[in-house]
């Protein structure tokens, strides 16, 4: 198990980096095994969903050479296999390779994928959509087994703008006969990054990015090239960490438009925020306002935002109120925020934030990727030392956390226990 400890409240400046986008690379390398050759996609954060995907490459026999951010995929000697569950369970991502493996191989057999227990995670939409294009689905105990003599293309409304079921469909039907449409897609950027992955390698693809995507099977796909996107949700956690305790603290290579209801609402709150093209320039002001927020849907408010702002408005002056829309288990957090001294009551999906509050360093625990962040932003801005157990949650995320936050002045380390 590994622990982190921090040493809190100290002022933090310089330049953060970030990353390229978690949930975008998470779904590019899965994408790879529809192209006959070799793939390239740069800009892949350091995170361990990242090596998760590649052993499971690895177990279907794709050749690998990752060189600092760059991963080279060469798809020449694929052999489809199970999928055990020992790596279908180590992350959520793992049912990428359901629509990827379904569409290059018309069969599939892998266990329940894993991730977060931020709420149930049913993957009914994903299957629903796999049988519209003509596969079958087979459930026995924990394991699937998706197969088809030929996919062809069809309408397919999803009843919810599911991110992980829009992809997974664009992955199964770009070598499906004819053409499919999505209907009620989701609009989220990483959405229009791994399209054009797949456009690189041949397939016809228009509006990603939009509600409505347009798929046109091709026969055969080459090798691709891609540059994953900046991480949008790790931009809005350093961004958050900045109004909290940053002095004119930069948080480069990020695309600001894809932050734009976190920044509006920092704005509201009398944050000292400054957007630039391509970062942003935050430090911490005395006097924050309190705010209300609900999580939606991209361009609405990121969920996985949601649980580093709610460190945030413990430091705000009176009362917010936070309400999660998207998964039902995201305030696994509060209980240790509570515990550092914060003053939070949880009333089902919402949350009552009463601040200012002055929080103290004490022994938690990360129960999930974001709210696990949350607790290291806490921690970086309570008084004494904080100890953060289970941080391979964190891990699964932040690239390279500790030397990111060490270089801006945090006193942060890792160790294994
Ligand atoms: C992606 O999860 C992200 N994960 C999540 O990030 C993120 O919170 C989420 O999108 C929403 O933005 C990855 O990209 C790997 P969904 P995903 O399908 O695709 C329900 C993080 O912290 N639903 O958009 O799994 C579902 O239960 C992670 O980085 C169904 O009911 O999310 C949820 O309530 C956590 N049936 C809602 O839809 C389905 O078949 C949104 O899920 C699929 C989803």
């Known amino acids: 198990m590994k622990q982190m400890i921090i040493e809190g409240n ?4 310089g330049d953060i980096l970030i990353g390229g986008a978690k949930n975008s690379a998470v779904a590019l390398i899965p994408a790879s095994i529809l192209a006959n050759g070799i793939s390239t996609i740069t800009n892949v954060p ?3 969903d990242r090596d998760a995907l590649i052993d499971i490459l690895e177990i279907l026999n794709c050749k690998i050479n990752l060189n600092n951010d760059e991963l080279k995929i060469d798809t020449s000697s694929l052999k489809n296999a199970l999928i055990d569950e020992e790596h279908s369970k180590k992350l959520r991502a793992s049912y990428y390779f359901m629509g990827a493996l379904l569409g290059k191989e018309k069969y599939v057999e892998m266990y329940i994928p894993g991730g977060c227990n931020i709420g149930a995670r049913p993957i009914d939409i994903h299957l629903d ?8 689905v087979i459930t026995e105990n924990n ?3 998706l197969k088809a003599d030929k996919l062809i293309g069809t309408d397919i409304y999803l009843r919810f703008q599911s991110v992980g079921a829009t ?4 992955l199964a039907s770009v070598l499906a006969e004819g053409t499919t449409i999505i209907h009620n897609a989701a609009k989220e950027a990483e959405i229009i990054n791994i399209a054009d992955y797949l456009i690189s390698m041949g397939a016809q693809i228009t509006g990603a990015g939009t509600e409505t995507i347009t798929i046109s099977g091709v026969k055969k796909l080459h090798g691709g090239h891609i540059q994953v996107l900046p991480d949008r949700i790790e931009a809005g956690t350093y961004i958050i960490l900045g109004a909290l305790i940053g002095q004119n603290l930069k948080i480069k290579n990020i695309i600001p438009k894809h932050l734009e ?18 970062n942003i320039l935050i430090s911490r002001v005395a006097n924050l306002k309190p705010t209300n927020i609900k999580t939606l849907v991209y361009p609405g408010f990121p969920t996985d935002i949601g649980q580093p702002m709610s460190v945030l408005l413990t430091q705000a002056n009176g009362t917010s109120l936070f309400e999660e829309t998207i998964w039902e288990n995201r305030m696994g957090h509060v209980p240790s925020l509570n515990k550092m001294g ?3 009551k949880v009333k089902g999906l919402t949350s009552m934030i009463i601040g200012p509050s002055q929080l103290k360093g004490c022994e938690v625990t990360a129960t ?3 709210g696990g962040a949350a607790l290291v932003l806490a921690g970086l801005t309570a008084s004494g030392t904080t100890t953060i157990n289970d941080v391979e949650h964190i891990l699964r995320g932040y690239e390279n956390i500790e030397e990111k936050l060490t270089q801006v002045g945090a006193k942060i380390k890792i160790k294994e226990i």
């Open 129 to 136: 959509g796999f049988k519209a294009l003509g596969a079958q």
């Open 368 to 370: 999930d990727l974001r």
């Open 143 to 145: 394991k699937y087994i």
């Open 10 to 13: 100290h002022i933090l400046t």
């Open 342 to 344: 914060a003053n939070i």
């Open 167 to 170: 992809v997974n469909l664009m």
């Open 46 to 48: 350091n995170i361990s």
């Open 261 to 278: 209801a976190l920044t509006s609402k920092l704005k509201d709150m009398g944050s000292n925020i400054k957007i630039n093209k391509d």
